[in-house]
């Protein structure tokens, strides 16, 4: 159906649009050596040592920006593009997101406030493009519209869990991210990829200032293609705007249920 079709990808890809996390290697064959002919054991150790002081570098980075302020702008399936802002510690965010023929959708979040407009050929389909409002704390923990789904620092808690980080490079990492276990995944996410191996190869960057600064995953293999995030202007003032109230409406039943409400 079209209208389900674009609340998930209206909102699961905000959800998705600073995830990162990282997921097991698997381990050396017993009794395998090194290429020093060191037993597995020793170079296993070392390998996990490299890679926890790798997963702590980037967590730090992760939470870094997660607890600032920034902009974002990001490419993924489809040719979607979105850019915007957001302020974790505020609870603010500013998102435009351009899905081509879908059309488009902006979605604002002011505290528990949470605001969605869809423009173009969605628009018809949602409160005929004005903006629909819900009060974020009142939808269920696993809806695409709670609290818990839209919070810009899950990227730093899904990195919580992560057991092996690759660092590749000065400030460069890779990884493998298990989207179905982002904190940001809803009911209606993990139904599009059950069955489906969702473990993904990432690589992230973190700045010079100790930021994270871009995240690329590769969904390739759920036929998704390249799902990319930049960030910039960090700590940088972000101001979010109370849509009209002559341009607002309560969010329709139809809408909250196409989303998971």
């Avoid at 649009?17 to 002919?37: E, I, N, S, W």
């Avoid at 460069?172 to 991210?177: A, C, D, I, P, V």
Wanted: charged share 20%.
């Amino acid at each position: 159906m079209k209208m389900r079709r674009l609340a998930v990808t209206g909102v699961a890809l905000v959800a998705l649009a600073g995830m990162g996390a990282c997921g097991d290697k698997k381990p050396a064959p017993a009794g395998a050596t090194g290429a020093t002919g060191a037993p597995a054991a020793t170079t296993t150790t070392a390998a996990a040592a490299q890679s926890s002081a790798a997963r702590t570098e980037l967590l730090a980075g992760v939470t870094k920006l997660t607890g600032t302020s920034a902009r974002i702008h990001m490419t993924s399936f489809g040719g979607i593009v979105g850019d915007g802002s957001f302020d974790g510690a505020k609870k603010l965010v500013d998102m435009k997101l351009d899905m081509g023929s879908l059309g488009s959708v902006n979605m604002r979040t002011i505290g528990a406030d949470l605001y969605m407009r869809y423009g173009g050929a969605a628009a018809k389909t949602f409160a005929n493009g004005k903006w629909m409002h819900i009060d974020a704390t009142k939808m269920p923990a696993g809806s695409a519209l709670s609290m818990a789904k839209n919070d810009p620092r899950n990227s730093a808690k899904m990195l919580e869990a992560a057991t092996a980080v690759t660092k590749t490079g000065k400030g460069r990492f890779s990884g493998t991210l298990d989207i179905a276990k982002s904190p940001s995944a809803t009911p209606q996410l993990l139904k599009l990829l059950d069955g489906k191996d969702t473990r993904m190869p990432f690589t992230a960057e973190v700045d010079a200032d100790g930021y994270l600064s871009a995240m690329s995953v590769d969904l390739s293999a759920i036929g998704a293609g390249q799902s990319v995030a930049t960030y910039s202007d960090m700590g940088a003032k972000v101001t979010v705007a109370k849509p009209p109230a002559k341009q607002t409406v309560e969010m329709p039943k139809s809408a909250l249920q196409a989303m998971g409400g």
